[in-house]
Structure formats: structure tokens, C-alpha cells
């Protein structure tokens, strides 16, 4: 059943291992989709991997955390589609393995970047243009790290708690308003990044992109009208 026919949609990173899963998971719903992407390559994947729904697939090559060049994006789909009504942000990255003295200096600057300035760059965009509709649906990803920390990942953990808190503060912001927000916490995602990262693992314990990708399709679905403000854990079968 096509859930999200006619549905306007925007996922950032629409083309990594998480956002093509998620891309492809509202495609299959009916959705129109637009993604930003960084790698030209993995856009015409996608659009090879959508078949006949690549019709519906648009792709824009944007950094996520320039405010201006979000804005835009957000105009132009607005001004285009006449409606935006999902925002889910898979854009993310990692930084690990030392203990906190030991890391790169950068990484911390980096990682808030990616994980946290960019949620904060895509709400910012996104939300006016919502709560003038009076609907619309914001997903972010961050980690269930940012709830235990292991070793050696500080500069990561740190970035993927503080995007939990803002989410949670922009929840209360929006109480009320028909916009509902919400964040998910996988634990490690089975792509093949990750598996040539850690070839010792047991990867049938981890979430894979698609099963991430129905939890994100569930919340920003009217079934999940009554969810709003959660941090929900996706730890696959660990």
C-alpha cells in the first residue's frame, strides 16, 4: 500500500548506506523524494536502484550545514511541489578509537558537523515552512552511543547527544503546532563500510539500512501521529 502517495519528501544524505535505504523505502511508498548528496556516483546508483520511481527522485548536491543553501533548497521545494511534509536527516559521521587525549583535535569540530549542525541547519529550513501548513514530520538520526559511550568515541558520543537534546528541545518548540519530531538511535548499521571496519563482528546483530528505514517510515506516517519527542533505540537483534 502506497502510504506516502503524493507525499513531499527531503532526505539528507539520501544516497549513503542509511539515507539510499530510506530513499528508496519512501519511493516504494509513493513518495516524491528529493535527496542531497555529495557524490555523484551514489546519486545515479539510487536512481538506477529506483527503476521507474526514479521519476520521482530528485537530487541536489548541497551541504547540508550552509544555512543558505538549505534555505534554498527548502524554497525550491516548497515553491515546486507546494508542500514539504517529511524531513529526515541520515547525514552523519564518524570519529573513533583513541581515548579522548590521544584524538585529532578536528574531530570534535567535525563531528559536530556533521551530526549536530546539520540536524540544527535542516530544522531551522525546514520547520517555518511546516508549522505554516500546520503538518509535517522531521526525523533525525543519531546513535544509541550518545546513551552509553563506549571508549575512544568521545568526540562522537558527544555530537550524537547533544543532536538527541536539541531534537528533544525543538519537540517542546513545536508542541501542539501539527509538526511532530523525533530521532532514532541505531546501534552500529550493518553496511558494508562497517562490516570492512570490523570483519571479526557478528553482523547478524546489527540493524541493517532497511529495517532502519520502516522505523523511519512508521514515524513520519499518520500512524505515529501520537509520537513526538522520542528518542527511540533501533539495536537490531544485540
Excluded: C
Excluded at 509513493?30 to 546508483?45: H, P, S, Y
Excluded at 529506483?50 to 527522485?57: I, N, Q, S, T
Excluded at 570492512?196 to 532497511?210: K, N
Amino acid at each position: 500500500m502506497k502510504t506516502f502517495e503524493g507525499s513531499s519528501v527531503l532526505v539528507a544524505g539520501g544516497t549513503g548506506g542509511l539515507g539510499r535505504a530510506v530513499s528508496l523505502a519512501f519511493l516504494a511508498a509513493g513518495a516524491r523524494v528529493a535527496v542531497t548528496f555529495r557524490k555523484a556516483e551514489e546519486l545515479a546508483a539510487l536512481r538506477t536502484e529506483a527503476g521507474p520511481a526514479a521519476d520521482r527522485l530528485e537530487g541536489h548536491d548541497l551541504d547540508v550545514t550552509d544555512e543558505a543553501a538549505a534555505r534554498a533548497l527548502v524554497e525550491k521545494i516548497r515553491a515546486s511541489r507546494g508542500r514539504l511534509d517529511a524531513l529526515v536527516n541520515t547525514v552523519g559521521g564518524f570519529a573513533g578509537g583513541k581515548p579522548l587525549w590521544e584524538s585529532d583535535a578536528a574531530d570534535l569540530g567535525r563531528m559536530l558537523d556533521l551530526n549536530l549542525r546539520s540536524g540544527w541547519t535542516l530544522a531551522r529550513a525546514v520547520a517555518p515552512v511546516m508549522l505554516a501548513a500546520g503538518r509535517g514530520t522531521i526525523v533525525n538520526v543519531a546513535a544509541q552511543s550518545a546513551l552509553a559511550p563506549p571508549a575512544g568515541l568521545a568526540a562522537y558520543a558527544a555530537s550524537k547527544a547533544a543532536a538527541i537534546a536539541m531534537i528533544a528541545s525543538l519537540a517542546a518548540d513545536l508542541k501542539g503546532t501539527g509538526v511532530r519530531v523525533n530521532t532514532i538511535l541505531p546501534s552500529i548499521i550493518d553496511t558494508p563500510a562497517n562490516r570492512r571496519a570490523m570483519p571479526d563482528a557478528d553482523f547478524s546483530t546489527w540493524p541493517t539500512p532497511a529495517d532502519l528505514a520502516k522505523v523511519v517510515l512508521y514515524l513520519a506516517s499518520d500512524d505515529a501521529r501520537a509520537v513526538h519527542g522520542a528518542a527511540i533505540p533501533v539495536p537490531g537483534n544485540s
